[in-house]
């Protein structure tokens, strides 16, 4: 009787490097059996420009990771995530981990600030800057 021994993120990394969202994108298709044919289809790209992602050839944009994400139904921010990654490896910026904050959307329309609300510059409510009347 044999045992399977797994291995943990460490262990991954030194033996087969960091995660790149290529390599994820790899195993996503190798563990669904779908063919590189299908998946370059299915993610609105070429084959060639699939294997290039896949194998580190070729880098994708955080809009195209997000997208990507869409499609398949994972996590945005993690393939995003893997992207920025990969820039920075590619730039030699070498940091242990990308931790990205979404910040939340800017209001359509007009942008006010509600009269009870203090101004930027110090003034209180009701006074423009300069203005001392009853001071």
């Known amino acids: 009787m044999t045992?399977?021994?797994?291995?943990?993120?460490?262990?991954?990394?030194?033996?087969?490097?960091?995660?790149?969202?290529?390599?994820?994108?790899?195993?996503?298709?190798?563990?669904?059996?779908?063919?590189?044919?299908d998946f370059a289809r299915k993610l609105a790209i070429s084959?060639?420009?699939?294997?290039?992602?896949?194998?580190?050839?070729?880098?994708v944009s955080p809009a195209i990771a997000?997208?990507?994400?869409r499609i398949l139904g994972e996590d945005e921010d993690e393939y995003v995530a893997l992207a920025v990654a990969d820039s920075l490896r590619r730039d030699g910026l070498h940091y242990s981990s990308v931790r990205l904050v979404r910040e939340a959307p800017k209001p359509k329309g007009r942008?006010?600030?509600?009269?009870?609300?203090?101004?930027?510059?110090?003034?209180?409510?009701?006074?423009?800057?300069?203005?001392?009347?009853?001071?």
């Open 3 to 37: 045992t399977k021994s797994y291995l943990g993120a460490e262990e991954v990394m030194a033996r087969y490097g960091p995660l790149t969202l290529g390599a994820h994108l790899d195993f996503w298709r190798y563990s669904y059996d779908i063919p590189l044919a």
């Open 66 to 69: 997000a997208k990507f994400a």
């Open 111 to 135: 942008s006010r600030v509600p009269r009870h609300l203090p101004r930027n510059d110090g003034t209180a409510p009701g006074r423009q800057p300069g203005d001392h009347r009853g001071e």
């Open 47 to 59: 084959k060639t420009e699939l294997r290039d992602i896949e194998k580190g050839r070729k880098l």
